[in-house]
């Protein structure tokens, strides 16, 4: 017969006497509460730890007596399955309410009509007293939760009110980049209460994704047709594939080669040689019979160039073309082409270094990647200093530009500084 195995006794703790070891512990330390009540050091170590753990937790329902529970391998029962604690977070106004309540009634009655944890209450009370000594912040100071909601709102609807076009994520994202962290379905709530109805769009999914490896890599050209009081208007938009960096732009109210031909070689000029270009096979980039002006240019540059059939493979052009139109031509009206010009060249500008980029993980702006900038200002981002107002500006030594260009345009040389034209010499003899 085997033999008996004698069970461990475990001594029983009231609730009176574990808050008592629990105040003195928080008073004087572990070591000497435990000699001056006669508790085991680690069982006392192990309530102080659930004190600091859940400082805000929601109150427990007393029991008469709080034992010591042995281990399951010396009692032969299984573990029951534990209820997992949730945290409530008290504003500063309910904390000094639930205080000045146990200052009148104790701790067991303020936990009682206030549904909080007598081991919070404690915490508090020990905050309060440093406070007073002038050793820490008080727990029952801090913003108001009302006037930080407002402000919340504030913010979320000044975004929104300053580029219309914008829906709650981009929103978010916005905001995100100046530090200021608020969840997508809060930003959508405020901005529905203030009258935003999402747009319906259509989508088109695909699985063929691609991106450029480096910044010139690749680059997309499409035009964006629109008519302005009657009159057309197509606008030619360069964009980088790497960065979403629109390198150029040009309005004519034809698809006309002079304007491609114009366009690009600013770009060239400001911004450096791409590799590759990718359009659409549109009149004013190819020629079905012979070769292009435009293509003659790239030729001469060493650039090759992409013809694509289908407009998916130049889909990040055209995601940005429907963006364009939903944040710019749907949003304002425009008299004429002169005024459609300059908000157009504001809210380019804008894009490249303002508008944050789902493509781009959220926080990033085109010209962050395109210049090189990911790690400084991820890095300014998550140090706090995203409302700062230089965090959008490109510092010129950060930027990878040629300083100083000498160029020959039929014949004639030019010398360029930061692409900027400086002096045309007249042609060669």
């Given at each position: 017969?085997?033999?008996?195995?004698?069970?461990?006794?475990?001594?029983?703790?009231?609730?009176?006497?574990?808050?008592?070891?629990?105040?003195?512990?928080?008073?004087?330390?572990?070591?000497?509460?435990?000699?001056?009540?006669?508790?085991?050091?680690?069982?006392?170590?192990?309530?102080?730890?659930?004190?600091?753990?859940?400082?805000?937790?929601?109150?427990?329902?007393?029991?008469?007596?709080?034992?010591?529970?042995?281990?399951?391998?010396?009692?032969?029962?299984?573990?029951s399955p534990k209820k997992k604690k949730v945290a409530r977070h008290y504003?500063?106004?309910?904390?000094?309410?639930?205080l000045e309540y146990a200052a009148a009634h104790g701790v067991s009655a303020?936990?009682?009509?206030?549904?909080?944890?007598?081991?919070?209450?404690?915490?508090?009370?020990?905050?309060?007293?440093?406070?007073?000594?002038?050793?820490?912040?008080?727990?029952?100071?801090?913003?108001?939760?009302?006037?930080?909601?407002?402000?919340?709102?504030?913010?979320?609807?000044?975004?929104?009110?300053?580029?219309?076009?914008?829906?709650?994520?981009?929103?978010?994202?916005?905001?995100?980049?100046?530090?200021?962290?608020?969840?997508?379905?809060?930003?959508?709530?405020?901005?529905?209460?203030?009258?935003?109805?999402?747009?319906?769009?259509?989508?088109?999914?695909?699985?063929?994704?691609?991106?450029?490896?480096?910044?010139?890599?690749?680059?997309?050209?499409?035009?964006?047709h629109r008519n302005i009081n009657k009159a057309s208007a197509f606008t030619?938009?360069?964009?980088?594939?790497?960065?979403?960096?629109?390198?150029?732009?040009?309005?004519?109210?034809?698809?006309?080669?002079?304007?491609?031909?114009?366009?690009?070689?600013?770009?060239?000029?400001?911004?450096?040689?791409?590799?590759?270009?990718?359009?659409?096979?549109?009149?004013?980039?190819?020629?079905?019979?012979?070769?292009?002006?435009?293509?003659?240019?790239?030729?001469?540059?060493?650039?090759?160039?992409?013809?694509?059939?289908?407009?998916?493979?130049?889909?990040?052009?055209?995601?940005?073309?429907?963006?364009?139109?939903?944040?710019?031509?749907?949003?304002?009206?425009?008299?004429?082409?002169?005024?459609?010009?300059?908000?157009?060249?504001?809210?380019?500008?804008?894009?490249?270094?303002?508008?944050?980029?789902?493509?781009?993980?959220?926080?990033?702006?085109?010209?962050?990647?395109?210049?090189?900038?990911?790690?400084?200002?991820?890095?300014?981002?998550?140090?706090?200093?995203?409302?700062?107002?230089?965090?959008?500006?490109?510092?010129?030594?950060?930027?990878?530009?040629?300083?100083?260009?000498?160029?020959?345009?039929?014949?004639?040389?030019?010398?360029?500084?930061?692409?900027?034209?400086?002096?045309?010499?007249?042609?060669?003899?």
């Open positions: 017969m085997a033999a008996s195995v004698k069970r461990r006794s475990y001594r029983r703790y009231t609730v009176e006497e574990k808050e008592e070891a629990i105040a003195t512990g928080l008073r004087v330390g572990p070591s000497a509460a435990s000699a001056e009540l006669s508790v085991p050091i680690s069982t006392l170590v192990r309530w102080l730890a659930e004190v600091r753990r859940f400082d805000e937790t929601p109150a427990i329902e007393s029991a008469p007596e709080v034992a010591e529970a042995p281990h399951p391998e010396s009692s032969g029962d299984e573990p504003t500063p106004s309910e904390k000094a309410v639930i303020a936990q009682k009509k206030h549904v909080a944890s007598r081991f919070a209450i404690y915490d508090w009370q020990r905050k309060l007293k440093a406070a007073l000594e002038g050793k820490g912040p008080s727990p029952t100071s801090g913003p108001d939760p009302d006037a930080m909601r407002e402000q919340r709102d504030r913010e979320i609807l000044n975004e929104w009110r300053r580029h219309r076009g914008l829906g709650p994520s981009q929103i978010r994202n916005q905001l995100g980049r100046r530090g200021i962290r608020i969840g997508v379905s809060t930003v959508r709530r405020v901005m529905e209460d203030a009258g935003y109805r999402p747009p319906k769009v259509r989508r088109h999914e695909h699985d063929e994704r691609f991106e450029a490896v480096r910044p010139n890599h690749l680059w997309h050209l499409d035009f964006l030619l938009l360069l964009m980088d594939d790497h960065s979403r960096f629109i390198t150029g732009h040009g309005v004519d109210d034809a698809e006309r080669a002079d304007m491609v031909l114009e366009t690009f070689d600013k770009a060239v000029t400001r911004y450096g040689r791409p590799e590759i270009v990718m359009h659409d096979r549109g009149s004013a980039f190819w020629s079905w019979r012979g070769i292009s002006r435009f293509t003659r240019l790239l030729e001469e540059l060493g650039i090759d160039q992409i013809a694509v059939k289908h407009k998916e493979h130049n889909g990040k052009i055209e995601v940005f073309n429907a963006n364009l139109a939903k944040e710019l031509f749907d949003v304002h009206r425009f008299y004429d082409l002169a005024e459609m010009r300059r908000r157009l060249a504001a809210h380019l500008d804008w894009y490249n270094h303002q508008r944050t980029s789902h493509a781009l993980g959220g926080l990033l702006v085109p010209a962050d990647r395109f210049y090189g900038r990911i790690d400084e200002v991820m890095a300014r981002i998550e140090a706090g200093a995203g409302q700062a107002p230089d965090l959008h500006a490109i510092d010129l030594r950060d930027r990878s530009l040629d300083i100083f260009r000498i160029v020959q345009r039929g014949g004639v040389p030019e010398l360029w500084l930061m692409g900027r034209k400086l002096l045309s010499l007249g042609p060669l003899t």
